[in-house]
């Protein structure tokens, strides 16, 4: 049974911080490329962050600086810290794996949970 479990959303005020945690069960967690992705009302899902299996990055341009991903293989968890909160980021907040393997690609994906950046 695949899961993958986001935790950590909540209200914070502009400039607050906030650490998102995806708990992944039920594949390889090793193997897959881990990603976080956003999405607000009415506007694309857009990728936020994301992290190979050897501890490779990448960023959105509009996060690069104050959020950072990270990835404890050991604990099958994915973390995005979240520094110098925006209005902006408010989004409900998604985490993904994908694996590209010879017989298929495979693509999971979270609930989401929801996070609000207001004074």
């Known amino acids: 049974q695949v899961q993958l479990v986001e935790s950590g959303g909540g209200l914070v005020q502009p400039g607050g911080s906030l650490r998102l945690s995806c708990a992944a069960s039920?594949?390889?967690?090793?193997?897959?490329?881990m990603r976080w992705y956003r999405q607000a009302p009415g506007k694309e899902r857009e990728l936020v962050a994301a992290?190979?299996?050897?501890?490779?990055?990448n960023y959105a341009d509009s996060v690069k600086g104050r959020f950072t991903i990270s990835r404890d293989n050991a604990k099958n968890t994915v973390y995005l810290q979240m520094n110098s909160l925006k209005p902006e980021d408010t989004a409900v907040y998604y985490c993904?794996?994908?694996?590209?393997?010879?017989?298929?690609?495979?693509?999971?994906w979270g609930q989401g949970t929801q996070v609000t950046v207001s004074s």
């Open positions: 993904n794996a994908i694996g590209r393997f010879h017989s298929s690609d495979r693509a999971y």
């Open positions: 992290i190979g299996s050897v501890g490779s990055t």
């Open positions: 039920g594949f390889t967690f090793s193997m897959y490329v």
